[in-house]
Every structure is written in C-alpha cells, then in structure tokens.
C-alpha cells in the first residue's frame, strides 16, 4: 500500500472519545510523519510552544479543543468552583505564544460559551463547549476557502507567485490561507508557479510549504530568503500571498520573521504583496502594529539547530525574534474571507466587520 500523503492529514483533530487533542508533530517534517495525541494541560501547553502545531489558526483551533479537554478533568462540585479551574487552565495555554491573536481569540469565544452556560453545568455546558471547538474548527476551513477564492482574482493563470513561512493547510483546518487561492487555482489548471522562501531559523517554508506544495503537485521551487530580491528582479513573480499572527486596526501586520524585508522587496520591484488574513487574525483593538507582542526565541534556533555542529562562536550575542510587522503602506490588500480590504485601512477593516457583522443575520 503506498504511504498516505501528507495533505490527507487533519492538522488539528479532537479524539471525542478518549479525549485527546490529535495533531500531526510538525517538528519532524518532512522525513516522519508522527501523530500526537495530547491531554494534559503541559502536554497541549508544550506542543503550541515547541511548534508541534503552529500557525495561527491551527493553534486557535488547538486550544479550543485543548481547553474542551481539559474542561472535561475538572472535578468541582458547582459551577463556581469549576470556573476557577476553567480560568487558569484557559490563561495557562493562551500564555504559549504571544503573538498570533488567534490563540486568545479561540480561548475567548471558549471561555464566553462556558460563561453562557453555566446553569447548565456540567454535561451540558461540556457539550456546548465540544460544539464551539468543532465550530471553531469547521468555520476555519470555510474562511480559508473564502480567502482563496478572493486570492485567485488577484492573479491569473501561469502566475509566478511567492510565499514566506508556511501558511499552508499544516496552518490551518484545510487549504491554509496564502495557500488557499494556490490550491484551488491548481484544482481549475491556473498553472502557478510558486516559490517559497525556506524561512530560516525554523525552516517552516521548506520543510512544510514546499513539502505541501510538492506532495499536491504544485510547480513549487525552493529558495533561501536571501534569493527573493533575485527572482523578484527577474520579473518571475507577479504576487506575494502571505499569512499573517496579527493584523491591526490601520493593516499593520505581523508575520514570521522576514515577512517585511519580502514586502519591502516586493514594494522596490512592483510586485503587489497580499496579507491573507481571516477576521479572527485580525485585532481591532491594537491601532499599530508597535503594539503588537513579538515572540523571541532561543538563541539555539539560530546557532546550532538543524546544523551537525554549532554554525556560531560561542558567547556571541543573538537576536532571534520569531515574527516582524510589515507597515501598512507597502501591503497592496488584506484578503480577508469578506472580500479584499485595501488601504486606507483603518476604513477597508471596518467595513470587513460590518460585513462579518451582517453576514450574523
Ligand atoms: O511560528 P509559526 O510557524 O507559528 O509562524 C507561522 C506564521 O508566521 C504564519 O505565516 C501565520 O501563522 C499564518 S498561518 C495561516
């Protein structure tokens, strides 16, 4: 029987019966596909930050099952003492990483079902937040198709299109979202020829975007981040299509680290750079992305991982933060799965909501 291929996987999938959150260990891609299955608060806590799963919405989706699952071990007699647990359990994980709002996001709308049903503890109020897990999870895959339909009529057919990091389906329920308008133009035989930058110091572009790419039979070629002025200068691509951790209320954006340094590349060569961005990415209540927490990481990311020995001297200082803000003026549009926001965006984001808002009705 041949092996089964990657993008048969669920990123992110719940185990209702034995509980456990199931994710596929992404620090081991390509070479081995290991599934893990997680339940205790450390166990989940640990596999956000150690980037078993990662991207944003694959870790908001992994904390609304993680905290349904660890709802589900709280013994307490009555609602009030349950919902002291609930609260630390709920602050421990949004406490993994800093910078993707979606994690917070999905611990909110978790923690507002809880609230909602508290005379109803406890079957009920653990079934009800089950619900809105599954919820949390399906309605990513739905705004990530939307967000590839909107992506595909900024591009045509035969495009040459760059990505940074992975914001593939491994980042997501299904599709991803810079990759989604990729995967459905592959479906209608647009012929895109990507290129994705291998994103050092953690390699998420070539381990898991080109892998994905690769394993779906997208026309992918793999460069090192320093290659993209080259192959932008060479006329070969026409779009940049990248996801985001946080989108603020004037478009700022913050996404893995190198993300600005292509934008402002794209910007020197007139090559249009989108943000593919689903609504619960971005935070109306930051106005710029100064006020966007970034995450640093250890220096050992840069010096000795992935290398046979240490590529680095000994004592040398290391800056290593894991994601930068592009500024709002060199994004070309923000494609959200309520159409494509474009500058001015402190108005265009407004208008997204009040869509979202509608769409509610
Ligand atoms: O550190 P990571 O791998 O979680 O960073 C991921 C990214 O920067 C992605 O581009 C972002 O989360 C969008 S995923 C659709």
Same mark, same amino acid.
């Given at each position: 029987?041949?092996? $089964?291929?990657?993008?048969?996987?669920?990123?992110?999938? /719940?185990?209702?019966? $034995?509980?456990? !959150?199931?994710?596929?260990?992404?620090?081991?891609?390509?070479?081995? =596909?290991?599934?893990?299955?997680?339940?205790?608060?450390?166990?989940?806590?640990?596999?956000?930050?150690? !980037?078993?799963?990662?991207?944003?919405?694959?870790?908001? &989706?992994?904390?609304?099952?993680?905290?349904? /699952?660890?709802?589900?071990?709280?013994?307490?007699?009555?609602?009030? =003492? @349950?919902?002291?647990? @609930?609260?630390?359990?709920?602050?421990?994980?949004?406490?993994?990483?800093?910078?993707?709002?979606?994690?917070?996001?999905?611990? $909110?709308?978790?923690?507002?079902?809880?609230?909602?049903?508290?005379?109803?503890?406890?079957?009920?109020?653990?079934?009800?937040?089950?619900?809105?897990?599954?919820?949390?999870?399906?309605?990513? #895959?739905?705004?990530?198709?939307?967000?590839?339909?909107?992506?595909?009529?900024?591009?045509?057919?035969?495009?040459?299109?760059?990505?940074?990091?992975?914001?593939?389906?491994?980042? #997501?329920?299904?599709?991803? =979202?810079? #990759?989604?308008?990729?995967?459905?133009?592959?479906?209608?035989?647009?012929?895109?020829?990507?290129?994705?930058?291998?994103?050092?110091?953690?390699?998420?572009?070539?381990?898991?975007?080109?892998?994905?790419?690769?394993?779906?039979?997208?026309?992918? =070629?793999?460069?090192?981040?320093?290659?993209?002025?080259? +192959?932008?200068?060479?006329?070969?691509?026409?779009?940049?299509? +990248?996801?985001?951790?946080?989108?603020?209320?004037?478009?700022?954006?913050?996404?893995?680290?190198?993300?600005?340094? +292509?934008?402002?590349?794209?910007?020197?060569?007139?090559?249009?750079?989108?943000?593919?961005?689903?609504?619960? #990415?971005?935070?109306?209540?930051?106005?710029?992305?100064?006020?966007?927490?970034?995450?640093?990481?250890?220096?050992?990311?840069?010096?000795?991982?992935?290398?046979?020995?240490?590529?680095?001297?000994?004592? &040398?200082? +290391? @800056?290593?933060?894991?994601?930068? &803000?592009?500024?709002?003026?060199?994004?070309?549009?923000?494609?959200?799965? @309520?159409? &494509?926001?474009?500058?001015?965006?402190?108005?265009?984001?407004?208008?997204?909501?009040?869509?979202?808002?509608?769409?509610?009705?």
């Amino acid at each position: 029987m041949g092996q $089964k291929n990657i993008m048969e996987y669920e990123t992110v999938d /719940i185990d209702v019966e $034995k509980k456990e !959150l199931v994710i596929i260990d992404q620090t081991k891609l390509p070479g081995t =596909t290991e599934i893990l299955r997680l339940s205790t608060a450390k166990e989940i806590w640990d596999a956000i930050y150690l !980037l078993q799963v990662r991207g944003a919405p694959a870790i908001g &989706v992994s904390a609304a099952f993680g905290i349904y /699952i660890l709802a589900t071990q709280i013994e307490a007699p009555d609602f009030d =003492t @349950f919902y002291v647990e @609930f609260a630390k359990q709920r602050d421990y994980l949004d406490s993994s990483r800093p910078t993707a709002v979606n994690l917070s996001w999905a611990l $909110k709308r978790m923690d507002a079902v809880c609230v909602a049903n508290k005379d109803k503890y406890k079957e009920e109020l653990l079934d009800s937040l089950l619900k809105e897990a599954i919820a949390i999870k399906e309605e990513d #895959t739905w705004v990530c198709k939307r967000i590839g339909e909107y992506g595909l009529e900024l591009v045509k057919p035969g495009d040459g299109i760059l990505t940074h990091c992975n914001a593939g389906q491994l980042a #997501t329920s299904k599709y991803g =979202t810079a #990759t989604a308008p990729i995967y459905l133009g592959q479906e209608r035989g647009y012929n895109f020829r990507v290129f994705a930058d291998e994103t050092r110091p953690l390699l998420q572009g070539a381990r898991l975007t080109a892998y994905e790419l690769h394993s779906s039979g997208v026309d992918v =070629t793999l460069i090192c981040d320093n290659m993209s002025a080259m +192959v932008m200068k060479n006329g070969w691509v026409n779009a940049v299509f +990248v996801g985001c951790d946080r989108v603020t209320a004037n478009g700022d954006t913050a996404n893995k680290i190198g993300t600005s340094v +292509v934008a402002t590349v794209a910007k020197r060569y007139g090559v249009p750079f989108y943000v593919c961005a689903p609504t619960s #990415t971005i935070d109306m209540s930051l106005e710029s992305g100064d006020q966007i927490p970034i995450e640093e990481r250890k220096p050992e990311e840069v010096t000795e991982m992935w290398y046979k020995e240490r590529m680095a001297p000994v004592g &040398v200082k +290391v @800056f290593n933060p894991a994601f930068d &803000v592009t500024d709002n003026d060199l994004i070309a549009g923000i494609v959200t799965e @309520f159409g &494509v926001a474009r500058a001015p965006y402190t108005e265009s984001l407004k208008e997204i909501f009040k869509k979202k808002e509608e769409a509610k009705q």
